[in-house]
């Protein structure tokens, strides 16, 4: 498709559940950003790669978190042994190449992690 | 570190009334800002963008948004709000040349426009 795409839409897992999180970004997109939505709230900063690796960790809030990018491409946000904290919306974004004219970010639809 | 704040958490007004979203950063050199735009069970989209050149870049829908470098500040603006402009508004700031990275949102603001 045109945009990033997001999967799961939703997710309800139990607390001490691990969680996957799925992006795929614009194709030709080499940056590529996760970000954390709670209700209420702004867009919390997670991590961003550049390629397949990951200049800025920064926002990762605990070691449960993690992410991948493999191929340049798709993204996965790996959340483990999740806590009622983690509930929110996880955003995925990419920007257009390096030097590229624009680094408009274009996001994805998000998914809805609820942890029960 | 950039930083981004944005001065109303939640902003009411009637329809045909100005609007205008205050955007203020920190940071020491040049920078990228936006406007980004979230409307209710949508995902967030560009709204407007500054890169350089004139410092009052229109975007969709209406808005436009000026750039006072003295100020530091990067103000969303449109002369006569809809009921469909309701939604939640998110400047953001990235730091010129850096290639994409450490781009910065501030906390938002959410605007409901009363028809």
């Known amino acids: 498709g045109a945009g990033v795409s997001q999967s799961p839409s939703n997710k309800v897992t139990e607390k001490g559940k691990d969680v996957e999180l799925r992006c795929d970004p614009i194709?030709?997109?080499?940056?590529l950003y996760w970000y954390r939505q709670s209700l209420g709230q702004g867009l919390e900063f997670l991590i961003y790669f550049q390629g397949n690796s990951a200049p800025d960790k920064s926002g990762l809030p605990s070691d449960r978190f993690s992410a991948e990018r493999t191929g340049g491409s798709v993204s996965t946000l790996t959340i483990q042994r999740t806590q009622q904290e983690d509930s929110a919306v996880y955003l995925c974004?990419?920007?257009?190449?390096?030097?590229?004219?624009?680094?408009?970010?274009?996001f994805g639809p998000g998914t809805r992690l609820t942890v029960t | 570190a950039q930083s981004v704040s944005q001065h109303n958490h939640h902003v009411i007004l009637s329809e045909a009334a100005s609007l205008e979203l205050g955007c203020n950063y920190s940071?020491?050199?040049?920078?990228?800002l936006f406007w980004y735009v979230q409307y209710p069970g949508q995902h967030l989209q560009l709204l407007l963008k500054?890169?350089?050149?004139?410092?009052l870049v229109k975007g969709i829908k209406g808005f436009e948004a000026e750039f006072i470098k003295s100020k530091f500040s990067f103000n969303l603006r449109k002369p006569s709000v809809q009921w469909s402009d309701t939604a939640e508004y998110f400047c953001?700031?990235?730091?010129?040349?850096?290639?994409?990275?450490?781009?910065?949102f501030g906390p938002g603001t959410r605007l409901s426009v009363l028809p």
């Open positions: 974004a990419s920007t257009s190449p390096r030097g590229g004219p624009s680094y408009e970010q274009y």
């Open positions: 953001a700031v990235t730091p010129r040349g850096n290639y994409g990275q450490n781009f910065v």
């Open positions: 940071y020491g050199g040049t920078v990228n």
């Open positions: 500054y890169f350089s050149g004139d410092p």
């Open positions: 194709s030709g997109h080499t940056a």
